[in-house]
């Protein structure tokens, strides 16, 4: 098995378990991997770290002894603030916990969306929260008609459950 950190044209960080390195690549040309996120086709792999398994059996080969060594100066990485990563993931995170809360607590009216959306409105429905897809066209006459509305992408990952 082999797990990979992957990554697609938006930014957005996963990862990927593979049978081998020739089964990703063959992934990646046919197009079946996606960003789980926002759905990107594109995703390419990021650099990782191996991971090895040793034999407990095999014996270390012997070392021998280093002469000390002055250290080396490393410029110091000034594109990110500490921290950056961490505060991505997090973000991330809270964005995935809020788009899962908005589907458990919304009705998927589909299609349907901008004539619900009217009738909620005129007060020709129950009023609760809907979601579902309305045309560009359809946007415009709700946002005309004083009918507020957000336009939230959701990936097709979040509309189910999770394993």
Not at 55 to 64: D, I, K, N, R, V
Not at 86 to 99: D, H, N, R, S, T
Request: glycine share 6%; with cysteine.
């Amino acid at each position: 098995m082999l797990v990979l950190n992957l990554a697609c044209d938006t930014g957005h960080s996963f990862e990927g378990w593979f049978a081998s390195a020739t089964d990703f690549e063959s992934q990646q040309q046919r197009g079946l991997l996606s960003c789980p996120l926002c759905n990107s086709a594109n995703v390419r792999r990021m650099p990782s770290a191996p991971r090895l398994n040793l034999s407990a059996a095999a014996e270390p080969a012997p070392s021998q002894p280093r002469a000390p060594t002055s250290p080396v100066p490393v410029p110091a990485a000034s594109a990110l603030p500490p921290g950056a990563p961490v505060i991505a993931v997090e973000l991330q995170k809270q964005v995935i916990q809020a788009v899962r809360t908005l589907m458990a607590n919304t009705e998927d009216v589909g299609d349907r969306f901008a004539t619900e959306a009217r009738r909620i409105h005129y007060g020709e429905a129950q009023e609760r929260g809907i979601r579902g897809r309305a045309t560009p066209d359809e946007a415009r006459e709700l946002a005309d008609e004083g009918i507020d509305i957000v336009a939230l992408p959701v990936p097709d990952a979040l509309k189910d459950p999770l394993q």
